[in-house]
């Protein structure tokens, strides 16, 4: 029994060599596709089995963002990448458990042995998957962040010129050293923002081979009945990874979208200060 | 000559650019699909459901509010109308009575009158009757009297004849 990290190659298409995670990928694509054209062909303001289907999952999805990004408004702007985060980890996830899955392959000989190489893998078991998501949503959520606040805003959470300059134009020694730490702390903050892709993408990946694992090694010891409840843990695990990946992601869209820390509470201030005035 | 050991690691790990990409172009499809198809015109549609069930419901507070500013005038109305009909059967009926009273006065004078006419016309014809009863009578009485008397004299006779009518005529 071998289970590699890397996605296995199974077969090939026009020189193109696809991988078991990528079938499952791909046969998860074409799903979604079909899924979204027959849900475009039915929809109407008084709607179908499908479309209340899928609506009462939004409604469900919305109760949990609105709290994490305090308005509705908010939500159904980031409901796109969030909500395709959470259906296509979900359903990736939840796909592994089908029967068929690791025991459905392919024999070759790796390394003068002949194997039997699965022809589905969990597409989320392929670090490159969990890679292309969470590069999507850390780099979704800067996107978010300039068009929000603008370019020079937002960057300056991150490479903080602006501050330095306003400290310099004080002459304030204390101010410029306090500009310096923050300069740096930016700098972390841009370390940190490779560190969220990192963390996405392993911690998805880590998971889910994890369970592969363990699925295999249990489904080989006993065949019936015992994968059982593993499998249920798998289905809650499947669940929660998906919702793990996309109410980060939705805080990290949320977090970038808001103004920097100072800017808000100096507007909030200045308001406060000039509303006697307005009165 | 070796490959570079942060590349070493990555490949360890199953990560290949192309795999990457293709995953990539996999996700990024499902993406636009379910962000053009799915979720920005069913957000439309929820909002505009959403729009229309509080419209409705606005609507059904104003209607509710009319109906029972309707029910108020109605009600208002009918006792209006309640009030003026009974005025109405009031007025009728003293008129009604006024006309009786008029009539039955009209009438009784009438009875008066065609009584009267008739005690008239019977006192007439009683009287009519009479004068013929009595010169029937008179006759009557003067023959009785001329056959009573036809054994008497003249003179007596004339006198009995004539007391007998004078009687006749006296009674």
Redesign the interface.
């Known amino acids: 029994m071998n289970i590699p990290i890397a996605a296995e190659p199974v077969f090939s298409i026009g020189g193109f060599v696809f991988t078991n995670a990528l079938v499952n990928s791909t046969i998860l694509m074409i799903a979604f596709v079909i899924f979204a054209g027959a849900l475009r062909a039915s929809m109407s303001v008084i709607p179908g089995k499908l479309q209340n289907a899928f609506e009462a999952a939004l409604e469900f999805l919305f109760g949990y963002f609105d709290q994490v990004t305090g308005s509705r408004e908010k939500s159904k702007r980031f409901l796109p990448i969030v909500g395709t985060l959470f259906f296509f980890i979900l359903l990736s996830n939840w796909m592994g458990l089908l029967p068929g899955t690791g025991s459905i392959g392919v024999w070759q000989t790796i390394e003068g042995h002949r194997e039997l190489v699965p022809l589905f893998r969990p597409a989320s078991s392929d670090l490159n998957l969990t890679l292309a998501m969470a590069l999507i949503s850390v780099l979704s959520s800067h996107l978010i962040g300039m068009v929000s606040l603008g370019f020079f805003t937002h960057w300056n959470k991150f490479i903080q010129l602006g501050t330095i300059w306003k400290a310099l134009k004080t002459l304030n020694p204390m101010k410029i050293l306090v500009a310096l730490i923050e300069f740096l702390v930016g700098f972390i903050e841009l370390f940190s923002e490779a560190a969220k892709v990192v963390s996405l993408s392993l911690r998805l990946f880590g998971n889910v081979f994890a369970g592969e694992v363990l699925m295999t090694v249990i489904s080989s010891l006993v065949a019936f009945f015992v994968p059982l409840p593993f499998m249920a843990m798998e289905i809650i695990v499947g669940i929660v990874q998906a919702t793990v990946f996309a109410m980060l992601t939705l805080v990290y869209l949320t977090i970038m979208s808001s103004p920097p820390h100072g800017e808000g509470e100096h507007a909030e201030h200045h308001d406060a200060e000039h509303a006697p005035a307005h009165a | 000559m070796t490959e570079p050991a942060s590349v070493g690691l990555l490949?360890?790990?199953?990560?290949?650019a192309t795999?990457?990409v293709?995953?990539?172009i996999?996700?990024?499809?499902?993406?636009v699909?379910?962000?053009k198809?799915?979720?920005?015109?069913?957000?439309k549609?929820?909002d505009?459901?959403a729009k229309?069930i509080a419209d409705g419901l606005a609507n059904a507070k104003r209607a509710e509010s009319a109906l029972v500013d309707a029910q108020a005038e109605k009600d208002r109305i009918v006792s209006d109308a309640r009030a003026e009909a009974h005025a109405l059967i009031e007025e009728t009926r003293a008129k009604a009575e006024a006309i009786r009273a008029e009539k039955m006065t009209l009438a009784k004078k009438e009875i008066e009158t065609a009584v009267e006419e008739a005690k008239e016309r019977i006192k007439g014809e009683k009287l009519a009757a009479f004068e013929s009863l009595k010169g029937e009578i008179g006759n009557l009485v003067a023959l009785a009297t001329e056959k009573v008397a036809s054994g008497i004299n003249d003179k007596d006779r004339k006198t009995l004849v004539e007391k007998a009518v004078s009687d006749l005529s006296g009674s």
């Open positions: 490949a360890s790990l199953g990560i290949n795999y990457f293709a995953q990539l996999n996700f990024s499809i499902v993406l699909v379910m962000w198809w799915v979720y920005t015109p069913l957000l549609i929820m505009k459901r229309d």
